[in-house]
């Protein structure tokens, strides 16, 4: 599962160095960034039939994680191709009571989630800011792993459906 993750980075990166080398006046930059997400929830039943139990979800909050950022582009183009990816990840640990033990006992439980997304795509610089602050917009594709993790008593609930989704995307930035 995360070996066909970091297989399909590795070639998201050999098609843009490809591409860089075909051409010698691409400009190549790397970033790298924090990222903090203030709140999230956890669907516990996404599926179910009534609206209840679809809504019935977790708050899990302060999530951090950190991205990379590579970019090439010509110096006179106006636009540019960016490859970036993203390790989002947080596991709570409580005690709680469990009923169905006899006599009811406080179990060990773990609960989070991981997320991993890799996206290409491509950037056209829009006129507003300078020549050292620019805004650009764009889109491309993304393929992008989810994983829910739960643990009970050191007992790991192994996850049901796909993790891996592929989808477009649209986005800013300065």
Not at 44 to 49: A, F, S, T
Not at 62 to 90: C, H, K, M, Q, T
């Amino acid at each position: 599962m995360r070996r066909g993750l970091g297989q399909l980075a590795v070639l998201q990166v050999f098609l843009v160095l490809a591409a860089i080398a075909q051409n010698k006046g691409w400009s190549v930059s790397a970033g790298a960034r924090g990222i903090l997400t203030t709140s999230s929830k956890l669907f516990l039943n996404p599926d179910g039939r009534t609206p209840e139990l679809r809504t019935e979800h977790t708050a899990i909050n302060s999530v951090y994680g950190g991205g990379i950022d590579l970019r090439a582009r010509l110096p006179e183009d106006n636009f540019f191709f960016a490859i970036s990816g993203e390790y989002v990840s947080i596991i709570q640990k409580e005690t709680r009571l469990d009923a169905s033990l006899s006599p009811p006992r406080r179990v060990p439980v773990e609960e989070g989630y991981i997320l991993i997304p890799l996206e290409i795509g491509v950037h056209l610089y829009i006129p507003l800011g300078s020549e050292t602050w620019r805004v650009s917009m764009g889109g491309g594709f993304g393929a992008y792993y989810g994983e829910r993790v739960y643990r009970v008593a050191g007992i790991r609930a192994e996850p049901r459906g796909n993790r891996f989704a592929f989808g477009i995307h649209v986005e800013t930035q300065t």
